[in-house]
């Protein structure tokens, strides 16, 4: 029987740690490889870089992973073929060919194919290595060839390549699909634009007049349309000029003849509109008179006075129609604000939201002094504030419960839509601004644009604020309505940060001077007006026929607009929170 010494045994278990220490520091190694090879690839998820700025990095990453002569990558197209994306060699100072011929020292006549096919990878001549670049839902991406190498044969790093190949996948996946989302990106703008200036022709005389005008400039090739109404005289439609012309050079215009031969503008008229070469006249019924300044003389041809002749034709059957426009805009209006009182009806909490969004909105902008003018607009755009919310899925817009992170995202995009459904029509294309940016923030945390300070249209500004501090006396499915006293704390707290801080105290300075002014043990006004009530709750409701404050009333509907009591009504609880002396 034999004995094993101590020594013997201290010196293979020696052993065994340093092998256990070359190991782990191996796998440790390796794993630093691994993590700096993924932060690599992390490093090229960026959406904002190209296809080719990713294809050469990716091929970067390959190359510190196996070393080779030359490196390919190939992408899928959507027939399935590899199409050519980028190629590196790790030579420097080789002269490459646009064939590409020439990337490989040893190999100047080898040329990587530009397109390769599913299952005809082999080529004759020069050994190549193929990786496939497979997610692992088993789509492939793209194809990474290495070589030509003299010899057959597996680098032994190229096991690391395949591991690493469903990552490089998915960083392929990232480029390719912001292209597809910015190609998208770019028809629905497309899409949007032709709907918007679609809509301005529907709507809007200017624009009409101004398209019809541009056409009969292109018609002669002209460098300026003047469409001059002889009232006025007064300029209807302007193409191709970017001065107002004045008075005095209107009337130099009205002298020409319509329909004359091209005739050489006076000196006068030229400083005054800009205009240079000659200018013939056409006549647009008995109001106006349609003027073109050519770049050089010469007669008008036949089908040119023709086409010239249908363009007068519809100017003029246009002019007869403005008034029609301007009924059919304001129309559309009212269609939409109909529309979005009916939107409000469907929840007791949210009846009259919008008229009470306006309502306060045009206050502030009174006491901000405003033009009346201006705050009627503000009013109207408070109307419609939320129009957008009409293009929501009837399952987001009706929900009962919690919204997902998509649906919250749909809802945000309410400010855009409403913008888009105003804009193109002439009354309301000055709204348009206040409803697209209604929730903006002071301090730049809103959306859509994350606008901030006075970069946000003031009119949006107020209109944000009106409709948080309408929303905090107002019931929600998830609250009571705040007391009056604390919603008030709440918005002198919010100047600076949330809102304009002068649009607040604005808003302040109105609700005390209301409260001055109120009678004593009166609320503000009489609580319909305060609610801005439907008309049909109003006059079911005792208290419109009341003297007295509604709360001493039986039988007042204050259900019928989301309040479950006086108690909680902010009729009530301004009065119970309003400052001594102003009671």
């Known amino acids: 029987m034999s004995y094993v010494t101590v020594p013997a045994l201290l010196a293979g278990g020696l052993l065994i740690a340093l092998i256990m220490c070359v190991v782990l520091r191996h796998q440790a190694q390796a794993a630093r490889r691994r993590t700096e090879l993924h932060r690599r690839c992390l490093d090229l998820l960026d959406p904002d870089l190209r296809s080719e700025a990713v294809a050469t990095g990716i091929l970067e990453v390959v190359a510190g992973i196996v070393q080779a002569p030359g490196y390919y990558l190939y992408l899928a197209d959507d027939s399935g073929d590899f199409l050519l994306a980028g190629a590196k060699v790790s030579a420097k100072g080789i002269p490459v060919g646009p064939d590409y011929s020439g990337l490989v020292q040893g190999f100047p006549d080898y040329e990587p194919p530009l397109s390769l096919q599913p299952g005809r990878l082999a080529v004759t001549g020069p050994h190549l290595l193929t990786i496939t670049l497979a997610r692992k839902t088993g789509q492939t991406d793209g194809l990474i060839r290495l070589g030509p190498f003299l010899r057959r044969g597996r680098p032994s790093s190229l096991g690391l390549l395949e591991e690493l190949a469903p990552v490089l996948a998915g960083v392929i996946a990232v480029p390719r699909a912001a292209a597809t989302v910015r190609q998208e990106i770019a028809v629905s703008s497309s899409r949007a634009r032709a709907h918007g200036a679609a809509a301005r022709l529907a709507f809007s005389i200017e624009e009409v007049m101004a398209t019809l005008v541009r056409l009969g400039l292109r018609l002669l090739r002209a460098d300026t349309g003047l469409l001059v109404s002889l009232a006025g005289p007064t300029l209807k439609a302007s193409v191709g000029t970017s ?341």
């Not at 050489?264 to 005054?272: D, E, I, N």
């Not at 601004?433 to 301090?443: C, G, N, Q, S």
Request: aromatic fraction near 6%; hydrophobic fraction near 40%.
């Open 243 to 583: 001065g107002e012309p004045t008075e005095a050079a209107l009337r130099q215009l009205l002298t020409l003849t319509p329909g004359s031969a091209p005739t050489t503008l006076a000196p006068g008229v030229q400083l005054a509109l800009g205009l240079s070469g000659h200018v013939v006249a056409f006549g647009v019924g008995d109001d106006a008179r349609l003027f073109y300044a050519l770049p050089n003389p010469g007669p008008v041809g036949a089908h040119l006075r023709a086409g010239l002749a249908t363009v007068t034709q519809h100017l003029s059957l246009v002019m007869r129609h403005d008034e029609l426009y301007s009924r059919v805009s304001q129309s559309y209006l009212h269609a939409l604000q109909g529309l979005v009182d009916v939107l409000d009806s469907r929840e007791p909490h949210m009846v009259g939201h919008s008229r009470l969004v306006a309502k306060w909105a045009r206050e502030i902008a009174l006491e901000l002094d405003l033009p009346a003018a201006e705050a009627a607009r503000i009013h109207q755009a408070g109307l419609l504030h939320d129009v957008g919310m009409l293009a929501l899925d009837e399952g987001i817009l009706f929900k009962e419960g919690q919204l997902s992170d998509q649906e919250r995202k749909a809802v945000q995009a309410h400010p855009d839509t409403g913008a888009a459904m105003l804009e193109g029509v002439p009354d309301g294309a000055l709204l348009a601004p206040m409803v697209r940016f209604h929730h903006e923030r002071w301090d730049g945390w809103g959306y859509p644009d994350r606008l901030r300070g006075e970069a946000i249209p003031l009119a949006a500004r107020i209109i944000a604020l009106a409709e948080v501090f309408v929303a905090k006396f107002s019931r929600r499915p998830y609250r009571p309505p705040l007391p009056f006293g604390r919603v008030l704390s709440d918005m002198a707290n919010s100047g600076g940060s949330h809102f304009d801080p002068q649009v607040v105290q604005a808003l302040l300075r109105r609700i005390e001077l209301k409260q001055r002014l109120a009678p004593e043990g009166r609320s503000l006004e009489p609580c319909w007006e305060l609610k801005q009530c439907p008309v049909s709750v109003k006059e079911a409701c005792p208290a419109a026929a009341s003297t007295t404050n509604c709360w001493r009333v039986a039988r007042v509907l204050c259900r019928a607009h989301g309040d479950e009591d006086c108690s909680e009504c902010m009729v009530w609880t301004e009065l119970k929170t309003r400052p001594p002396g102003a009671r």
